[in-house]
């Protein structure tokens, strides 16, 4: 073999190796269509959408009383039409424009204007992070974790708020909040996304961002210590529950998986990652819930059905940053935090603080995304295909020290932007039109309904 061709391949040889080391930062300029890639992602995209519907709505319709289901599911749906809109007319092309990675419209908070009503939008039109399948394809599939992440915020002041005012607050948060957020992390010209952020599945964009701006709606309307209209925990509503969470863990391998853009490696890998710390998580909860009860509260009980709901549901949250760049061992540790550390916030709100509210996005979404953060941080390694290695697995320490600030970083600016801008929002709206639905106060609560457990009813 000549020098010549020795010289080609060793520059072939590095050239896939630099591909690798890249993952899903790779970007290209030209389209690849792969039908292999565009099946699985119009799958993926409608697992993804079973999270909200029906998935979350079920999921709170299991949890509120038989009259209060018909509004729950109502305000679920018209999340879903609302933000499906709002994507044809400003989400799309501010959280993900521009498509091609060779136009600079955007800027480090929002994408531009290259795709308002999905302008330019073509049926053989890609988009630069997804180059081998069809860019309405990618729009759509994007488009549910914009749904689901509205639609979880509704959850800690469902039957609270009035029900127009809260449709109008999701728009706003959508354009204000979600958009700037997900074009920050996920977008190649997002200011966090350039400082390297590791978020594969939506940690910070939506579980953060969607605990934070349900707990500055409680705390900007002052009804962060009421007692809500919940179900009593009858064998019906908690199997409703129980399908409502089915549909969510299988859905979330849309979410993981999915963001693989692909049928590859990685969104097989991601799926095993995703159940592992799910399966780990559901049973830290039930072992943490029931020492609780049984040398803290002295009960004589194993444990409930809504316990291991909410630790796999905690799973399910936590792994979504960590699950394209984690392996295995990684996914159990995540998984024993994920449990343990929630279920334990869960009940220091409720019994050291004496703060209750029930269907809250704070104790699991905020805490359990900050948890899957920090975790990314620490136990991502090159062995996902990610060609990262977090704190843990990398041998120059300063490095993995620096992705680990980067992490916080990230969860800092998410939350406290989240958190600031919800806050307006939901003061604005109630000085103005108002936006609080008036509620006995606790104590004449307690008159009527007597509460079903310490922490609540889920902590979702």
């Known amino acids: 073999m000549s020098t010549m061709e020795n010289l080609e391949t060793l520059v072939k040889s590095l050239t896939a190796k630099v591909v690798a080391m890249e993952g ?62 709002l994507w044809l007319c400003f989400g799309y092309s501010l959280a993900f424009g521009p498509s091609a990675a060779n136009n600079t419209t955007g800027n ?37 974790f ?24 999701f728009a706003i948060w959508h354009l204000t909040v979600y958009c700037p957020t997900a074009h920050s992390v996920w977008h190649p010209l997002g200011f966090l996304y350039q400082e390297g952020v590791m978020d594969y599945a939506g940690g910070s964009v939506v579980h953060i961002s969607a605990g934070m701006s349900g707990l500055a709606v409680l705390i900007a309307l002052g009804i962060g210590n009421r ?16 399908i409502g969470l089915a549909l969510l863990w299988v859905g979330w391998f849309g979410f993981d998986s999915g963001k693989a853009y692909g049928a590859n490696y990685r969104a097989g890998y991601s799926m095993l990652i995703t159940q592992i710390a799910v399966g780990t998580s559901a049973l830290s909860w039930a072992i943490v819930d ?27 949250i936590t792994i979504s940053p960590a699950c394209g760049f984690v392996d295995p061992t990684g996914a159990f540790i995540i998984g024993l935090l994920a449990g343990s550390l929630c279920k334990l916030v869960a009940w220091g709100k409720a019994e050291v603080v004496q703060w ?56 800092v600016v998410v939350g406290g932007w989240a958190f600031f801008m919800s806050f307006v929002i939901a003061f604005l709206l109630n000085i103005t039109i108002g936006f609080k639905e008036e509620e006995p106060t606790v104590g004449e609560a307690v008159k009527t309904e007597e509460p079903t457990s310490a922490e609540g009813k889920a902590a979702v």
């Open 108 to 144: 480090m908070l929002f994408g531009g204007n290259s795709r308002l009503w999905l302008r330019g939008l073509r049926y053989d039109s890609f988009h630069q992070l997804a180059p081998t399948i069809p860019e309405s394809v990618f729009c759509t599939y994007e488009l549910t």
């Open 227 to 242: 007692s809500p209209k919940i179900a009593e925990q009858t064998t019906t509503y908690n199997v409703l529950t129980f």
């Open 24 to 85: 899903s930062r790779s970007l290209q300029t030209v389209g690849a269509p792969s039908s292999g890639d565009t099946a699985w992602m119009l799958a993926a995209t409608a697992f993804a959408l079973l999270l909200s519907l029906p998935g979350v709505a079920i999921f709170y319709a299991g949890m509120v009383k038989t009259e209060d289901v018909y509004e729950t599911v109502l305000q679920v749906l018209t999340i879903a039409s609302v933000i499906t809109v």
């Open 290 to 316: 029931m020492l609780i009860r049984n040398k803290i509260n002295g009960e004589d009980k194993l444990g409930d059905l809504l316990g291991v709901l909410n630790g796999a549901f905690a799973g399910l």
């Open 356 to 411: 209750h509210y029930d269907l809250e996005s704070f104790g699991v979404h905020a805490i359990g995304g900050a948890i899957g953060m920090f975790m990314t941080g620490c136990m991502a390694t090159h062995m996902s295909g990610s060609g990262l290695d977090g704190w843990f697995y990398n041998p120059h320490k300063v490095f993995g020290g620096h992705k680990l600030g980067i992490q916080m970083y990230a969860t």
């Open 146 to 169: 914009a749904i689901f992440t509205a639609a979880i915020i509704f959850g800690p002041f469902a039957k609270r708020v009035r029900f127009w005012p809260a449709v109008l607050f």
